[in-house]
């Protein structure tokens, strides 16, 4: 919890049709982190570095190492470019 500065964000549980987690953020600033953590430890759509962009992405498969296919294009032209020199 070191990410959220000590201020951990509190829930409960309601039962309703299904149980379900009610969280009570104190800022928004805590709903953000908690919910980039989330996305950051999603296994269908995690969050990735482009390989040639170095930005931010989020990886519709887990083997994508690029934000789009002109970008992974772009990266592979300008490799093989420099191989030739």
């Known amino acids: 919890m070191s990410a959220f500065d000590g201020n951990a964000s509190t829930y409960h549980i309601e039962l309703r049709d299904k149980p379900t987690i009610i969280w009570d953020f104190h800022s928004l600033l805590l709903m953000i982190q908690m919910m980039f953590s989330t996305m950051l430890t999603d296994e269908k759509n995690p ?4 390989k040639r962009r ?3 992405f989020e990886a519709k498969h887990p083997d994508n190492l690029f934000c789009s296919a002109e970008c992974k ?6 490799k093989s470019r420099n191989k030739d020199k």
């Open 47 to 50: 969050l990735r570095l482009c």
């Open 54 to 56: 170095n930005k931010v």
């Open 73 to 78: 294009n772009r990266f592979n032209v300008y």
